[in-house]
């Protein structure tokens, strides 16, 4: 099987690459060459950008592909790109959206492919939405053969999971934690969420790869693993050795505090209790089963990151941020044992 995966080397993608030729796959990633490191052995890398059109035709005009997956479309302009490159070139197409574009507030804890979309919070899923229904518009009128993917909060060797956040340098909050500075929980630390390890995610995409039964679907894939968020920032510091010391505050306090856009991502997905039903994924592909548990998981990152000390960086922004937060809220830090 010859498969086009356009990225291929971000965060959840690099586990899927890696899987996709341990089995077999003839893979092509088509991308700027920015992360080799991220390439697996035996993957071929067409250099070029997706973004500009023109230029992407030129350098894949002579291939023909099964699959096209493509990691890195965020707005309907990316997807229709992708539509006018692809079409009748391709037996499958494979988006990634994001399974924070399933409603928000939600009407029932359990969140199945039937449940709808729509997230009034967070112009990010509002986009994948926008996205989604331009490509089943395309499968209905003209046949395109689109499979829709919607991971949730993935995680892995380079990635920390958490709600508040810095994207740009998550070692921050280990060092917060290490340091005994005072971390953030929205709510009460009780909300519900899921966290899923890219390895875990690979072993079910890989296998809707070339499934003439995903073609027209949409399909969640997460692991069955429910912890609430207290759990999770204990399992963090489990992992880095120290018992973190916490302050929870609102959600609407955290948004009412910090630049526009900052808790978007919180208010619109992390806050909200969820639990997905992964019945779908498990009748597509029979074999999968999520076998990472967090406190493992999480032990692997973090001892990737010590491997790799150039990456252990940290953001005095945002620790100025979690500090003047707790400031203004008011409430003394007190230990997270004392929650959990």
Not at 10 to 28: D, F, H, N, T
Not at 288 to 309: C, D, M, N
Request: proline share 6%.
């Amino acid at each position: 099987m010859k498969v086009l995966f356009i990225g291929g080397t971000g965060l959840i993608s690099q586990a899927v690459s890696k899987l996709a030729v341990e089995r077999g796959v003839e893979l092509y990633l088509f991308n700027r060459g920015q992360r080799d490191e991220f390439v697996p052995e035996g993957a071929k890398v067409i250099l070029g950008d997706i973004r500009d059109q023109k230029e992407a035709a030129a350098a894949l005009d002579e291939y023909e592909f099964d699959v096209v997956v493509d990691w890195i479309a965020f707005t309907p302009v990316h997807v229709q790109t992708d539509i006018d490159l692809f079409a009748g070139k391709t037996k499958q197409y494979i988006y990634i959206s994001s399974a924070s574009a399933y409603q928000k507030p939600q009407r029932h804890y359990l969140v199945t492919e039937e449940t709808p979309l729509e997230n009034p919070y967070w112009q990010y899923s509002r986009d994948k939405i926008a996205c989604e229904q331009l490509l089943l518009e395309a499968h209905r009128s003209s046949g395109f053969p689109v499979t829709i993917v919607r991971p949730s909060h993935t995680y892995g060797d380079t990635a920390i999971p958490a709600a508040l956040t810095s994207w740009q340098h998550p070692w921050s909050l280990v060092d917060r934690i290490r340091k005994g500075l005072p971390i953030v929980i929205h709510g009460d630390g009780t909300s519900l969420w899921t966290l899923t390890h890219n390895s875990d995610f690979a072993k079910a995409f890989v296998g809707l790869l070339g499934h003439p039964e995903a073609v027209g679907e949409a399909v969640h894939i997460t692991s069955d693993e429910v912890l609430n968020w207290n759990q999770i920032y204990s399992t963090i510091g489990q992992a880095a050795g120290a018992v973190p010391n916490v302050v929870h505050i609102s959600t609407d306090f955290i948004t009412a505090c910090t630049p526009p856009g900052t808790a978007d991502g919180l208010i619109g997905d992390q806050a909200v209790s969820i639990v997905f039903d992964n019945s779908k994924i498990k009748r597509l592909v029979p074999d999968y089963e999520a076998t990472v548990p967090f406190f493992e998981g999480i032990k692997q990152t973090l001892s990737w990151f010590e491997k790799h000390p150039e990456q252990c960086t940290v953001d005095p922004e945002w620790s100025a941020l979690v500090d003047t937060l707790i400031k203004n809220h008011g409430t003394e830090p007190k230990p997270l044992s004392a929650f959990v």
